[in-house]
């Protein structure tokens, strides 16, 4: 606590070690300078700040904590996988002799054993798609379940080649594997780089596609 009676000569050698034991009356004069530089670094706090910060900071905050909010940008272009999504699974006969489509579900999809994920999001019979009822494979519509596998080449496979339009209608314009396969190495290169934007998302790049001819899958 401060004296009651101060004493009326200051002493002529002040102190050069700070008091252990701090104030606890505020200084009437505060200090115009920092004590110590501002750190570079970022903070570590376990759990995140509840103050938004006005501007924004070089070093970002890191926080130990996973963050509650899921993130609203998509990924390479794509919002994330709905789980109630639809896909064209494959095709069914009925008694009387026709043909239906048998759809399932993302969520349905996550369940199954890595084996059936694997034939389902990679082999050519599971590759077909409507464009009539905006259906499209597991490999195109379930993108984060099937992200580990490589969709295998199917000659029959179509991708999208370009977009026109016609009466203000954007439309797209596909190619197959096969027609791919047929051009010289720098027209395949050129076309396996191609990044075509549709709003649809039924038809696959060519590299997602064609992955032999365009030598895309990883492993």
């Known amino acids: 606590y401060p004296s009651s009676y101060p004493t009326s000569d200051p002493s002529p050698s002040p102190s050069t070690s700070p008091s252990n034991t701090p104030s606890l009356s505020q200084s009437n004069n505060p200090s115009t300078h920092p004590i110590s530089a501002a750190s570079n670094e970022p903070s570590i706090s376990a759990m995140p700040s509840a103050m938004q910060s006005q501007s924004p900071s070089n070093k970002p905050s890191i926080s130990i904590l996973p963050s509650n909010m899921l993130s609203t ?66 490999s195109r519509t379930c993108y984060d379940t099937c992200a580990p596998f490589c969709v295998r080449e199917s000659q ?25 396969a047929l051009k010289d190495n720098e027209r395949i290169a050129e076309i396996c780089a191609q990044k075509i934007k549709y709003k649809s998302f039924i038809f696959g790049q060519a590299s997602e596609i064609c992955t032999s001819t365009c030598n895309s899958c990883t492993s």
């Not at 029959?156 to 791919?180: H, P």
């Open 156 to 180: 029959s496979a179509k991708f999208i080649f370009a977009t026109k339009t016609i009466d203000g209608k954007t439309e797209a314009t596909t190619r197959q594997c096969k027609w791919l």
């Open 73 to 138: 940008s998509p990924t390479n272009g794509r919002p994330q996988e709905n789980p109630y999504s639809t896909f064209f699974l494959r095709t069914k006969k009925t008694e009387n002799g026709d043909y239906v489509i048998l759809e399932k579900r993302c969520k349905w999809l996550e369940t199954k054993s890595l084996q059936a994920k694997t034939r389902i999001c990679t082999l050519g019979k599971h590759q077909k798609f409507s464009e009539e009822l905006e259906l499209a494979p597991a």
